[in-house]
């Protein structure tokens, strides 16, 4: 029995030391420089912060607070976002390739001609966001809120839509090239 306790307790203290929170000196090097590429800064606080052209390549912010932050022009590709909250900020012009936001929330973001070919935007809640021209292809969008979104001129091409909500989104001139709707269908429209 006591032997079992052992291995029990070490098993344990082997978890609990792999608990690690964001890294300190990761985001004092974002704040001061605006670069920290593969940089771990999840669940931190950067409410409102300005890092517009900010390089977060590879950086792993899983479950921030983004909310209201200005990210315009910055380099995100292949970032974690998962579960992030972005709601209001400005990622216009953003790189976000391959970038992963799976149920992130970027209600009512600024994504205008922002670039997320490739991205993972799962169960993300993208209502009243603005995507016009923005670069989605081959994006995952299965089970997204795009309620009230402005998807205007974007190119949705070999995008995954289906099981996406997209009542009042607006699409006009959006191009739909062998992209899987909602619906399941297909729409080989602007090919």
Known sequence: ????????????????????????????????????????????????????????????????????????????????????????SNLEGAYLSIGNLNGANLKGANLKGSYLRGANLAGADLADADLEGADLEGAILEGANLIGANLAYANLSAALLEGADLKSARTNGSIFCNTIMPDSSVIYSGC
């Open 1 to 88: 029995m006591m032997k079992h306790i052992a291995i029990l307790l070490a098993f344990l203290m082997t978890i609990g030391s792999q608990v690690v929170a964001f890294d300190p000196a990761d985001l004092q090097r974002l704040i001061d420089t605006k670069k920290c590429s593969k940089c771990y800064l999840t669940d931190t606080d950067l409410y409102r912060a300005n890092l517009a052209g900010a390089n977060l390549a590879g950086a792993n912010l899983a479950g921030a607070n983004m909310a209201g932050s200005n990210l315009k022009g910055a380099y995100l590709r292949g970032t974690n976002l998962v579960g992030t909250h972005l709601s209001g």
